[in-house]
């Protein structure tokens, strides 16, 4: 690049440093850097220090250093300024971001180059904190920090990296030629204490060859069409001579020979276009000398560009001779290494031009590192990971003749490792030692609201306890469950809780490292009680069929859910470090249901370095913008998706319970469609929804605490690739009308749109974070279970975004539903008959029975009936009910009415004389 180009760049870097632009995100990121006040870099002792002071003090700085897949992060506390040392793991630009604790993104980012003074580290980037340098100010040597915006816009402007290499050669061109001239060719003497030597024309005989020396480059230009140019050398022992013609100009085509002393033609290479020539194994005999032509192919030249010339000789003891893994030179003849396994190999490149292949398979998404090793000095070899078809997937070009290494998330496949000298090396003997090491990146999954088994501890002796099956069997007596897991606010107004019962510690059941608490709820000996309570077991066996290993690849994390995210986020955060401990990896996979989803999202929006640490994240039934049976829970009490459990024991639970809270529908919820109605038409603010008596939740703190967290949510991204598994076909709680007629708080139903538990709205909220959705007919508790979302899930985990059978690339508009609404004109319980297929049920405050075809919610003294088969039902009073006198009232929902009637539902009474409809009722 010329000085005006330099010039021109260098003055668009200033520009977009101190300028604004017009555009708004601009705007926004120039604010951002406003609270950088100054900021420093200079080398010290070996190591790349980096301090800034702010404009006004923040709570906490993070700041992190990058380079390319490595990253590190250190956080520092309250304050108005930071400091750090930096050993970076190679030469290669270093990019320094921090962020404050309310900033998702960067305050601002710098890009800087490493120094040649700055020792590298060989275990990978080190960074810690140092004290404030009150001198700064006096360094003469400063580096400057540039934002990676403007370094961006900067490599637009430059030339191609040959380019930029030709740019350094004319400049030792220049001072070659300020000393020497086409009349005054040198002595050798004089040549061989040159770091590089040119062409002096003429140069087309023998007699009037330039010179060339071992393991020094020499550079030329063919600058006419049938221009020659001739080199010569002197052979200084025995052995063989290595010789590469490299940096031929593009769409040129130049050729390579080689001569004796007495002009007999020993060696050529004539490849055809721009390819590199080279010619190996030309025995030398001492004292000899040898000539060396370059001419251009059918009238090839470039009068601009130089090439590059270069011969190494290799002594007859040492000579690098062809290892075990040759013939490997080519993608089709790479060596085929272990499927799975690490593997370290020695081997050897046999001349400059030599190129070593490699090829492995992984049948697990798994973390891929590869170690080049002790090279010699004088070579500069890189490293190169490649897939199948031969696409640089990721490569290492240290300088000279550092080690390489290469970290890569690699998905199941075959993948090629490359080993070739770099375009600077020279040659010597060698062995280089090469470690390929395969670890698969693990998997975690995640449970939602009461999708862990807990145990507790009371009186020295540890129980069962959600789910105590005994104890949840009992129904509306059952005083073990309320006692033991209900909470309370430490003190009045606070968001942090503690059990109500003193002396007991709660905690996920811990057996099998926490499978047991999330493969079933119960663990039943009568077959479909447990299997109605299944979680993550089906999954978990088809992990370990793929070859997954618990405890080493495949984690469990059970967590307490009555807790707030906040607090389960640490746990979180822990399973990870763990799971990357044990299998070595540099990443994980997370796989979330429900609740599960938002406990990731609070674990990597709060804590952002561990972003880094996650490949991917898939989630089936997360409610991201909440869901109404959080409401209804806190309300009128829910039974968690568990048939048996009862509703009351669900009120208690929640009423304390701050991930209840954050379940709540968000204000983002409200504001889409919000979900409690004044009437069917006119719902209530979420403003309305914190301050209004009628609908608004007792324990204000714990309501505030879930919208800020969910604003949170809601509006952020993760950098992690993400997946989202939709269930439909199940009639949905949206929320509550008051029903003016009938004086009541009524619930409303999707038509089959959501998955029973979480709305279509909410399940289907994506951020720009979420890379692809998949519908799957299903119902929410039974997402993780299902073995078709199994399948998808597992398809993921292998990197294949295909949508599998039985899930949908889109939303299903149609669903077959059948609803009844029953209650009590006088507002008591609606005791009654229920008759379907021959067998009947009295519903009844005091008896719960539980029918696999039927689905049943309480709110309050209204009773909700799902009828899974769309086969009709016949009601009839009960003794008790026939002599009370109030009528029960009907309201049926069906997908077969005509649409009209699918909004208003069919009306009717149950009286002395059965079932009749009542077009009063439609009010």
């Given at each position: 690049m010329g000085k005006s180009a330099k010039r021109l760049v260098f003055l668009l870097l200033i520009l977009t440093l101190i300028g604004s632009s017009f555009d708004q995100s601009a705007w926004a990121q120039e604010e951002r850097r406003s609270l950088v006040k100054e900021a420093w870099a200079w080398v010290e002792k070996g190591e790349l220090r980096i301090q800034a002071s702010l404009q006004k003090s923040v709570d906490e700085i993070e700041v992190t250093v990058k380079q390319d897949d490595e990253e590190l992060t250190y956080s520092f506390l309250e304050g108005t300024r930071f400091s750090v040392a930096i050993k970076p793991s190679d030469s290669r630009p270093l990019?320094?971001?921090?962020?404050?604790?309310?900033?998702?993104?960067?305050?601002?980012?710098?890009?800087?180059?490493?120094?040649?003074?700055?020792?590298?580290?060989?275990?990978?980037?080190?960074?810690?904190?140092?004290?404030?340098?009150?001198?700064?100010?006096?360094?003469?040597?400063?580096?400057?920090?540039?934002?990676?915006?403007?370094?961006?816009?900067?490599?637009?402007?430059?030339?191609?990296?040959?380019?930029?290499?030709?740019?350094?050669?004319?400049?030792?061109?220049?001072?070659?030629?300020?000393?020497?001239?086409?009349?005054?060719?040198?002595?050798?003497?004089?040549?061989?204490?040159?770091?590089?030597?040119?062409?002096?024309e003429p140069n087309d005989t023998v007699g009037k060859a330039d010179w060339l020396f071992d393991a020094k480059d020499a550079f030329g230009k063919i600058g006419k069409s049938g221009d020659v140019d001739m080199w010569k050398i002197k052979a200084t022992r025995n052995g063989t001579m290595n010789i590469s013609l490299r940096d031929i100009p593009r769409d040129q085509d130049y050729n390579l020979y080689v001569f004796s002393g007495d002009n007999q033609e020993l060696r050529s290479s004539e490849q055809a276009g721009q390819a590199d020539e080279a010619i190996d194994g030309i025995t030398l005999e001492q004292g000899e000398w040898y000539y060396i032509k370059v001419q251009g192919s059918g009238g090839s030249y470039h009068k601009d560009f130089y090439y590059r010339l270069r011969a190494d000789f290799v002594s007859e003891q040492g000579e690098a001779k062809l290892d075990e893994y040759e013939p490997n030179n080519s993608l089709a003849?790479?060596?085929?290494?272990?499927?799975?396994?690490?593997?370290?190999?020695?081997?050897?490149?046999?001349?400059?031009?030599?190129?070593?292949?490699?090829?492995?398979?992984?049948?697990?998404?798994?973390?891929?590192?590869?170690?080049?090793?002790?090279?010699?000095?004088?070579?500069?070899?890189?490293?190169?990971l490649l897939d199948q078809a031969g696409k640089v997937l990721s490569k290492s070009e240290k300088p000279k003749n550092a080690n390489e290494q290469i970290v890569f998330q690699a998905n199941p496949g075959t993948?090629?490792?490359?080993?070739?000298?770099?375009?600077?090396?020279?040659?010597?003997?060698?062995?280089?030692?090469?470690?390929?090491?395969?670890?698969?990146?693990?998997?975690?999954?995640?449970?939602?609201?009461?999708?862990?088994?807990?145990?507790?501890?009371?009186?020295?002796?540890?129980?069962?306890?959600?789910?105590?099956?005994?104890?949840?069997?009992?129904?509306?007596?059952?005083?073990?469950?309320?006692?033991?897991?209900?909470?309370?606010?430490?003190?009045?107004?606070s968001v942090d809780v503690q059990p109500r019962e003193d002396g007991i510690s709660i905690f996920p059941e811990r057996a099998d490292e926490g499978f047991r608490a999330i493969e079933y709820l119960s663990y039943s000996p009568l077959d479909p009680i447990r299997d109605t309570t299944e979680q993550y077991y089906s999954m978990v066996k088809q992990l370990e069929k793929m070859g997954y290993k618990k405890f080493r690849s495949l984690f469990a994390m059970p967590y307490d859910w009555r807790y707030s995210s906040t607090k389960n986020a640490v746990a979180l955060k822990q399973k990870i470090d763990l799971a990357l401990q044990r299998s070595g990896a540099s990443q994980v996979q997370l796989v979330a249901h429900s609740m599960g989803g938002l406990l990731v999202r609070e674990t990597l929006l709060t804590n952002v370095s561990y972003q880094s640490k996650v490949n991917r994240i898939i989630y089936m039934g997360t409610p991201f913008l909440g869901a109404p049976r959080a409401y209804q829970a806190i309300q009128y009490g829910y039974n968690f998706s568990i048939p048996w459990m009862d509703e009351g024991t669900g009120k208690i639970i929640s009423e304390y319970a701050p991930a209840v809270y954050e379940l709540l529908p968000s204000k983002k919820y409200f504001q889409t469609v919000g979900f409690l109605k004044k009437d069917k038409n006119e719902p209530y603010s979420y403003d309305e929804f914190l301050q209004d008596k009628a609908i608004r939740l007792s324990y204000a703190p714990l309501v505030k605490q879930a919208g800020k967290l969910h604003e949170k949510w809601d509006a952020k991204t993760i950098n992690v690739p993400q997946y989202s598994i939709v269930g439909q076909g199940e009639p949905t709680l949206l929320g509550y009308f008051f029903d003016h007629y009938h004086q009541a708080w009524t619930p409303y139903y999707d038509k089959g749109m959501g998955d029973g538990t979480v709305p279509y709205l909410s399940a289907s909220y994506a951020q720009k974070d979420i890379k692809k959705k998949y519908y799957v007919t299903g119902e929410h508790a039974k997402l993780p279970s299902i073995p078709q979302v199994i399948h998808q899930v597992t398809q993921l985990l292998q990197g294949i975004e295909d949508t599998q059978p039985g899930l949908r690339k889109s939303a299903s508009k149609q669903q077959k539903y059948l609803t009844y609404i029953l209650s009590r004109d006088d507002g008591s319980f609606p005791e009654v008959n229920v008759i379907k297929s021959g067998k009947s049920m009295t519903l009844n405050q005091k008896k719960k029975e539980v029918w696999d075809d039927l689905s049943i919610e309480y709110h309050g003294n209204l009773v909700v009936l799902h009828i899974k088969d769309g086969e009709d039902l016949e009601f009839e009073q009960t003794n008790r009910t026939k002599a009370g006198g109030a009528q029960l009232q009907i309201q049926r929902f069906s997908s077969e009415d005509p649409e009209q009637e699918q909004e208003t539902g069919k009306w009717y009474r149950l009286g002395q004389r059965g079932l009749m409809e009542a077009t009063d009722l439609r009010q």
């Open positions: 990019t320094i971001e921090w962020r404050t604790a309310e900033e998702e993104e960067p305050v601002i980012r710098w890009k800087i180059p490493v120094p040649e003074s700055v020792r590298i580290s060989t275990d990978g980037i080190e960074l810690k904190e140092v004290s404030w340098d009150r001198g700064t100010d006096k360094k003469e040597d400063r580096l400057e920090l540039t934002s990676s915006e403007v370094t961006e816009q900067a490599e637009e402007l430059e030339v191609p990296a040959l380019s930029q290499q030709q740019a350094k050669v004319e400049r030792w061109a220049k001072d070659f030629y300020r000393e020497y001239s086409n009349d005054k060719k040198p002595r050798e003497a004089a040549m061989r204490s040159r770091p590089a030597t040119f062409e002096l003849e790479a060596h085929t290494l272990t499927t799975d396994y690490d593997t370290t190999l020695q081997a050897n490149l046999h001349s400059l031009t030599d190129i070593d292949f490699y090829q492995f398979g992984i049948t697990l998404a798994s973390t891929v590192r590869l170690d080049l090793k002790e090279l010699p000095e004088g070579m500069d070899v890189d490293l190169y993948y090629i490792v490359k080993v070739a000298a770099s375009q600077r090396s020279g040659f010597a003997p060698n062995t280089y030692k090469l470690d390929v090491a395969i670890n698969t990146i693990p998997v975690i999954v995640i449970p939602g609201i009461g999708g862990s088994r807990l145990e507790v501890e009371e009186s020295g002796k540890i129980s069962e306890i959600w789910l105590g099956l005994g104890d949840s069997l009992i129904g509306i007596n059952d005083p073990r469950h309320r006692r033991l897991l209900s909470l309370e606010p430490i003190r009045p107004n």
